[in-house]
């Protein structure tokens, strides 16, 4: 357990002195200002026409020497997550799906602190655990292991992690397999606030003691005083900018994708989806066909419900039959970036997509949550029958949604020097 902090921290008395100095230096009486070393004032940048919170907040020249002796961030050239260079696929009909609430539009210094909360192990009880430790950016933002351990020793989640690339365009925007959390905001906190996975849970001072935690260490006052204004830490504010960085991680720039950048065309009734990707090998182009392309024109309409370009899932998909009699309606991660993973479905039970595309050929379960377009006409789970060749094809077509730049982009680094 965390004790209470008594004190205000470091960073609030500097900005309370250099508040204080502002006012009264104008009087003649005071002795001229000390120089002060460094940048005298940074500024966070404004951005047009987006009003939440964002604050031109002055910070100090100790402000800004406490976030740069924990953080490698420099807070005026940031990173532009408010508006990235998107292809022309992900267009109009893609923008509509995207699940951010007007009020909490992302903007670059609010997605910048999300990208600190997003990696800081401090968050948690132990300071071992971290959102990053289970969503691990070479992986596509989720665990390399079917289950995940947390703070609590031998106990791991109960299910896999979710990649988290394109979540803003889930379109009924709610979170986790079974859809509990109603948005990102109101999931972003969960984590945290759990016994095992980060361990702020009721026994150990649930948010409260999470706050008073954050607000003894040296950069989070500051970093929340430029973001919001003022330096309070409150959950809705961890919770908008966790929100904010999520869903700037945008996946557009899977080698699918810059193919089929190049056929897109608006004037199609398909905008060219059917249409061979260039750069693609032949396999992969069959597989695309039986991954987009509806029965009647050979296919498997997977794409029906894990929806190009971004690969959601789409708002009406119930359930892939993964158990006989199943009742809960899952929802899937975008499948940009699954090529990279090594375990498949909220219980992580498929090591390998080969065992996936195995389940939809003869594995799909009956059940009230089973979704109508993986039944036959008789009601009963369709069999597809694939071949080996058509197998493969569908694997290799998945693999190609892997976005490598997206995987090592430096935006969704860890920016903690320690
Ligand atoms: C101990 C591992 C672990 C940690 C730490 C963790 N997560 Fe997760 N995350 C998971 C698991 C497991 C799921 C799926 C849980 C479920 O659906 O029941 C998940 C699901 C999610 C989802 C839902 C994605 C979707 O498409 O519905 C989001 C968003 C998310 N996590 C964000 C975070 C954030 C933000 C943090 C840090 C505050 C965090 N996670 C910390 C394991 C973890
Ligand atoms: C009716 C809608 C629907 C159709 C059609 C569908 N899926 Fe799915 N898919 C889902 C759902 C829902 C899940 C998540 C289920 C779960 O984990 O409980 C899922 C999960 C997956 C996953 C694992 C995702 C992950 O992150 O673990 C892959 C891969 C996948 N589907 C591929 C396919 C392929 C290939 C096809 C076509 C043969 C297909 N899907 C057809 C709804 C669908």
Not at 90 to 116: H, K, S
Not at 307 to 315: E, K, M, Q
Request: hydrophobic share 40%; proline share 9%; charged share 15%.
């Amino acid at each position: 357990m965390q004790s209470r902090p008594t004190a205000p921290s470091r960073i609030l008395m500097a900005l309370v002195i250099f508040a204080t100095h502002h006012v009264v230096s104008a009087q003649p009486a005071r002795p001229p200002a000390p120089p002060r070393p460094g940048p005298l004032v940074l500024t966070a940048p404004t951005v047009p026409g987006v009003a939440t919170g964002v604050s031109a907040a002055p910070l100090s020249a100790s402000a800004h020497a406490s976030i740069s002796e924990y953080l490698a961030l420099d807070l005026n050239n940031l990173f532009s997550y408010a508006r990235p260079s998107l292809p022309v696929h992900y267009d109009a009909a893609v923008t509509r799906a995207d699940n951010t609430p007007p009020d909490n539009r992302i903007t670059d210094p609010g997605a910048t602190l999300g990208r600190v909360l997003f990696n800081d192990k401090r968050l948690s009880t132990t300071n071992t655990v971290a959102c990053a430790s289970c969503h691990q950016q070479a992986s596509g933002f989720t665990d390399p292991a079917r289950l995940s351990a947390g703070v609590a020793p031998g106990i791991t989640t109960t299910a896999h992690s979710m990649r988290l690339g394109n979540i803003s365009y889930y379109n009924p925007g709610s979170m986790f397999w079974d859809k509990r959390a109603a948005s990102v905001e109101q999931q972003a906190t969960q984590p945290i606030l759990n016994a095992n996975e980060m361990g702020f849970d009721a026994s150990h001072g649930g948010i409260t003691m999470l706050i008073a935690k954050m607000q003894t260490l040296p950069y989070y006052p500051a970093l929340f005083q430029w973001v919001y204004g003022t330096p309070a830490i409150t959950e809705a504010r961890i919770q908008r900018a966790l929100a904010q960085y999520e869903r700037s991680m945008i996946s557009a720039g899977s080698r699918w994708d810059s193919g089929y950048a190049t056929v897109y065309n608006p004037q199609l009734p398909d905008k060219g989806l059917s249409l061979d990707v260039p750069g693609l090998t032949a396999q992969e182009n069959h597989g695309r066909r039986l991954f987009l392309l509806p029965p009647q024109q050979g296919g498997e309409a997977c794409g029906s419900c894990h929806r190009p370009p971004t690969f959601a899932l789409g708002g009406n998909a119930r359930g892939n039959g993964l158990d006989v009699g199943e009742t809960t309606v899952f929802k899937s991660p975008s499948l940009k970036n699954v090529g990279v993973g090594k375990a498949f479905m909220h219980d992580g039970r498929f090591a390998s997509l080969e065992q996936v595309v195995d389940h939809y050929d003869h594995g799909v379960k009956d059940g009230p949550a089973l979704d109508n377009r993986l039944k036959g006409r008789n009601g009963l789970p369709r069999i597809l029958n694939l071949t080996p060749v058509e197998k493969a094809a569908l694997v290799a077509f998945m693999k190609t949604l892997t976005d490598t730049a997206f995987l090592a982009d430096p935006r969704f680094s860890d920016p903690f020097k320690k």
